[in-house]
């Protein structure tokens, strides 16, 4: 079946760690995207990127990195200068930016710092 | 800059009762989209809306888009309890979708 993994599903970090999550589409997607929720909030764009070895930042850059090695991967780190990392990451792709620009979306990963 | 605004943010109704949501975008967007979250899930598409005047339906949601006043609209129609969710519109620019902060919808039996 197509679609996207992320994975871990639930992720627990001490405050100074970096963590990384994954995401991995088999949908031939050209675009993804990183998105942050909090509750009872919107999504907020954390960085997207249109083809292979190359990335923008979206509207809270801050404090996260990625990287687009493989068109199929787009991992996401959080690293310590995230001063308040508790949230819910969303990853999604698209076809391209070119055609409806629709988001496909994964199941989400939540990270708690504890 | 791309801005988007819902309203409303919360939303409570009877069954069978019919309610409009809106979103109002800032600037010029190409696109519109609509999804629907479950709590502690993703967001699933309901529609993607590309010109003005565009109007798509699904059972008992149908949604618009008015591009030159900045306005799309998610109308429920006799609404019943498994709409209850929350519902998102997004705008499209600079190959950035931009989303609103969502209408938390709770249809009452």
């Known amino acids: 079946d197509g679609g996207i993994t992320q994975s871990p599903k639930y992720l627990f970090r001490k405050e100074g760690q970096n963590v990384t999550l994954s995401c991995e589409q088999n949908l031939n997607h050209d675009a993804m995207y990183w998105y942050r929720q909090d509750p009872g909030q919107g999504l907020r764009l954390i960085y997207y990127?249109?083809?292979?070895?190359?990335?923008q930042k979206g509207d809270i850059a801050e404090g996260y990195s990625v990287s687009r090695e493989k068109k199929e991967s787009f991992p996401l780190t959080v690293t310590s200068a995230q001063k308040n990392p508790t949230a819910f990451y969303l990853c999604?792709?698209?076809?391209?930016?070119?055609?409806?620009?629709?988001?496909?979306f994964g199941e989400g990963s939540r990270l708690t710092v504890l | 800059e791309l801005k988007v605004e819902q309203n409303p943010l919360f939303l409570s109704m009877q069954e069978g009762k019919n309610y409009t949501i809106y979103c109002n975008y800032s600037?010029?967007?190409?696109?519109l989209y609509w999804y629907r979250q479950d709590p502690g899930k993703s967001l699933e598409s309901l529609f993607v809306?590309?010109?003005?005047?565009a109007v798509k339906q699904e059972g008992r949601l149908m949604a618009s888009l008015d591009t030159k006043a900045r306005l799309s609209t998610l109308h429920i129609t006799a609404a019943v309890h498994d709409l209850s969710a929350t519902y998102f519109c997004a705008g499209w620019r600079d190959d950035k979708i931009i989303f609103g902060k969502g209408t938390r919808l709770h249809i009452l039996p």
């Open positions: 990127s249109q083809i292979v070895n190359d990335f």
């Open positions: 999604a792709s698209s076809i391209s930016a070119g055609y409806t620009g629709e988001l496909f």
């Open positions: 809306l590309l010109s003005n005047g």
């Open positions: 600037t010029t967007s190409d696109r």
